[in-house]
């Protein structure tokens, strides 16, 4: 059974960085994509970015785009999500996902069918 957990969260104020890690255990990360997502109080849950099973594809979300940058090893079983210029409205629970699936792709809209317990990630002044 894949076990994801997540951390790296904080407060932080606007303007700052932080950098999510991932770790995962219980079968081999190089045969799942990873995710990253988040859910602000009170608002749906929300794709911020996927990594392909090689870490050669990436996608973000629009509000994210040049800001964040998602990457992982294999061979550690781990993946991070670095995140700059944060701003308040990045604030939420961030939840990292895994999905086990044949294509070196990914997608923020795939049915990701593992994830971890959540960092809470706050920014404010």
């Known amino acids: 059974q894949l076990v994801l957990v997540e951390s790296g969260g904080g407060d932080v104020q606007p303007g700052g960085s932080l950098k999510l890690s991932c770790a995962v255990s219980?079968?081999?990360?190089?045969?799942?994509?990873i995710a990253w997502f988040r859910q602000a109080p009170g608002k749906a849950r929300e794709g911020v970015s996927c990594?392909?099973?090689?870490?050669?594809?990436?996608k973000y979300a629009d509000s994210v785009k040049g800001r964040f940058t998602v990457s992982r090893n294999n061979a550690e079983n781990m993946a991070w999500l670095q995140m700059n210029s944060l701003t308040p409205e990045d604030t939420g629970i961030y939840f990292c996902?895994?999905?086990?699936?044949?294509?070196?792709?990914?997608?923020?809209?795939?049915?990701?069918?593992?994830w971890g317990q959540g960092t809470q990630v706050t920014v404010s002044a």
């Open positions: 996902a895994a999905l086990q699936m044949g294509f070196n792709d990914c997608s923020i809209d795939d049915s990701y069918t593992h």
């Open positions: 990594l392909s099973k090689s870490g050669a594809r990436t």
């Open positions: 219980g079968a081999a990360l190089a045969f799942y994509r």
